[in-house]
């Protein structure tokens, strides 16, 4: 961390919508606890002017988080992308290389450790049957996260028949079995097997056509990725049948906590500097 910590560096989030990001005031207490002089802002950005924002980037950048609809659009734009970015097609977080007097993109997706961290931090370790809503980028973290907690059989229920294709491709390359169901007029989505977590990738105050019986709600946990505003309906339903909920913002904060180390320390592998103490400031700084 020493060769970088004492420059002034820019980081921002960027998305369309934005306005309602949490993403500053996370990183923000995180650099804080570790003594940087960092800046970390909001910028609306749609697609269309993603590459230009990109290229106006100098060597006082750091790095950038993106939000949907970007983390897609920004794959074709990388020197390099992680594994776990390539496998789920979307990258959520740009870290600026300097090679040879150029800056080189490098990108990776935290989402999928932000999804297992928040089932683990709820003391769910391992999953076998599991119901995603949206067939998303997001959807797709989803997906990778339960393979990596023993999901061996997933339902996405989502109205896109081609995401739905892509994700049923996906579960191959994980060997996972994924069965697909398009909804157009049946708002019905229980089986005959409850699932051991159901979970949302829709935005949280959307109207949607997804019912779950009381038994379900009752008996799988449900992740909602969203988190403004909370709870979601979907969320609301499962807190008044007396289940289990895990919020978005578990996501949002250990997603956040990868980016970090790979801001600060070039890779998500290395652990931060007191990174307990950064952890709850994080969560302190959203309310949590």
């Not at 949490?22 to 940087?36: E, N, T």
């Not at 950005?45 to 970007?70: H, K």
């Not at 294709?165 to 909804?183: C, I, T, Y």
């Not at 989505?189 to 009752?218: C, E, K, M, W």
Request: glycine share 8%; charged share 20%.
């Amino acid at each position: 961390m020493g060769a970088i910590s004492s420059m002034v560096t820019n980081l921002a989030v960027l998305g369309s919508p934005i306005a309602h990001s949490k993403s500053p005031a996370l990183h923000r207490a995180a650099y804080r606890v570790l003594g940087l002089d960092w800046h970390y802002d909001a910028f609306e950005v749609a697609p269309a002017g993603l590459e230009d924002f990109i290229r106006s980037c100098g060597n006082q950048w750091r790095g950038l988080s993106l939000t949907m609809p970007l983390k897609q659009d920004v794959m074709p734009l990388l020197d390099f992308a992680d594994p776990v970015a390539v496998l789920s097609g979307g990258a959520n977080t740009v870290l600026f290389r300097e090679d040879g007097g150029g800056l080189t993109l490098h990108g990776f997706n935290t989402d999928v450790f932000g999804i297992v961290e928040a089932f683990r931090h709820a003391g769910v370790a391992r999953l076998s049957t599991v119901r995603i809503l949206g067939a998303g980028a997001t959807a797709a973290s989803a997906l990778i996260a339960v393979a990596q907690l023993g999901a061996a059989r997933v339902l996405v229920s989502a109205r896109s028949e081609i995401k739905l294709v892509a994700l049923v491709e996906l579960g191959r390359q994980l060997e996972v079995d994924v069965h697909a169901a398009r909804l157009d007029s049946d708002n019905s989505v229980n089986s005959d097997i409850v699932p051991d977590a159901v979970i949302s990738t829709l935005p949280g105050g959307a109207d949607h056509p997804y019912r779950f019986d009381a038994s379900t709600r009752a008996c799988s946990v449900l992740f909602d990725v969203a988190y403004d505003p909370w709870p979601s309906p979907l969320a609301a339903s499962w807190l008044e049948s007396g289940g289990r909920v895990i919020p978005g913002i578990e996501m949002l904060v250990n997603q956040a906590l990868m980016q970090v180390r790979i801001f600060v320390e070039g890779s998500a592998d290395r652990i931060l500097p007191r990174e307990a103490a950064v952890l709850a400031a994080m969560r302190e700084s959203v309310g949590i």
